[in-house]
């Protein structure tokens, strides 16, 4: 286990940016040894979609950057721990075996249940 606080992200709209910088500082946060995992809120379910892609992805690409398809492999490779709201999956006309392999659905209630009151909580 982690002896460091861990971090507790909301993504609670369905912008990729969002969810890129989101996947950024949870990436930090493992890369400092904190535990880290991201849960996405309402309509934002949708963007795990398999496959993942979103409007800004060419642009990442030319700068050279990943992609957020790129982006969220390599969060799951570092073991941020993904989530998407049962509520928003069907919001976003989805089920669990349309989302990138690794992502769990669940609830707000079950995910803030398990934010620690040492834990920082950021929403995007």
Do not use: K, W
């Amino acid at each position: 286990m982690h002896d460091m606080p861990g971090l507790s992200i909301i993504v609670a709209g369905a912008e990729g940016e969002r969810l890129y910088a989101a996947l950024e500082t949870a990436m930090a946060a493992t890369a400092l040894g904190r535990p880290a995992r991201i849960f996405l809120q309402g309509e934002a379910a949708g963007l795990l979609r398999d496959p993942v892609a979103f409007a800004g992805d060419e642009a990442r690409r030319a700068a050279g950057q990943p992609d957020l398809a790129g982006l969220v492999a390599e969060a799951i490779t570092m073991e941020v721990r993904l989530f998407v709201c049962q509520s928003g999956m069907a919001l976003a006309g989805i089920n669990a075996t349309q989302l990138v392999p690794q992502v769990c659905a669940g609830g707000l209630v079950s995910f803030m249940a398990d934010v620690a009151p040492e834990e920082r909580l950021l929403v995007y």
